[in-house]
């Protein structure tokens, strides 16, 4: 029996092994089967791996050559709230694609839709739902300056406190 355990332990050191060599080279694919390995052989920690591995398919997608189809996936949602995000990611990525100025405008388009909505909104006095599309218009990164009328609209009509307002643009310019 102390045979065994001790082939057990071996093949456990090989598996623990070829985990680390696959994590220093990097290599999406084998890693993956590395931590399959790992985890079928069972008692062998596999989260810095998965971490690394995580983290390598990450920059994979968010790679220069892939900008093309984050922004196609991203134009074709209609969440101008992700469209918002991924053209902030891309920008970042590939500022002079083609690609990122098609999004943009889409995106331009789609905040100019809200702002008229907001619009709308106060023509009927319906505060209630002017606060939750002005956080949504927040979240697609329509300016500050573009909402400033509607924000004093809602503390005229006390609809939105002071403080509230306070707390939420405080929050808006955290994440931005």
Same mark, same amino acid.
């Given at each position: 029996?102390?045979?065994?355990?001790?082939?057990?332990?071996?093949?456990?050191?090989?598996?623990?092994?070829?985990?680390?060599?696959? $994590?220093?080279?990097?290599?999406? =694919? @084998?890693?993956?089967? %590395?931590?399959?390995?790992?985890?079928?052989?069972?008692?062998?920690?596999?989260?810095?791996?998965?971490?690394?591995?995580?983290?390598?398919? /990450?920059?994979?997608?968010?790679?220069?050559?892939?900008?093309?189809?984050?922004?196609?996936? +991203?134009?074709?949602? *209609?969440?101008?709230?992700?469209?918002?995000?991924?053209?902030?990611?891309?920008?970042?990525?590939?500022?002079?694609?083609?690609?990122? %100025?098609?999004?943009? /405008?889409?995106?331009?388009?789609? *905040? @100019? =839709?809200?702002?008229?909505?907001?619009?709308?909104?106060?023509?009927?006095? @319906?505060?209630?739902?002017?606060?939750?599309? $002005?956080?949504?218009?927040?979240? $697609?990164?329509?300016?500050?300056?573009?909402?400033?009328?509607?924000? *004093?609209?809602? *503390?005229?009509?006390? +609809?939105?406190?002071?403080?509230?307002?306070?707390?939420?643009?405080?929050?808006?310019?955290?994440?931005?």
């Amino acid at each position: 029996m102390g045979g065994c355990e001790s082939c057990a332990s071996s093949r456990r050191k090989e598996v623990q092994l070829f985990l680390q060599e696959q $994590m220093v080279k990097g290599n999406p =694919d @084998d890693l993956r089967v %590395a931590i399959e390995k790992a985890e079928a052989h069972g008692g062998i920690e596999t989260l810095p791996a998965r971490k690394q591995y995580s983290e390598i398919q /990450r920059m994979e997608r968010h790679s220069p050559e892939n900008v093309h189809e984050m922004l196609k996936w +991203a134009t074709r949602t *209609q969440d101008p709230v992700i469209l918002n995000n991924v053209i902030k990611e891309v920008s970042t990525l590939a500022p002079s694609s083609e690609e990122l %100025a098609h999004a943009k /405008r889409t995106l331009s388009e789609l *905040q @100019d =839709d809200v702002k008229e909505r907001l619009h709308r909104l106060a023509k009927t006095h @319906d505060t209630r739902t002017m606060v939750l599309v $002005m956080e949504r218009a927040r979240q $697609m990164g329509v300016p500050q300056k573009d909402l400033a009328w509607a924000e *004093q609209y809602l *503390q005229t009509t006390e +609809a939105l406190p002071a403080r509230t307002l306070h707390r939420e643009r405080s929050h808006v310019e955290a994440t931005t």
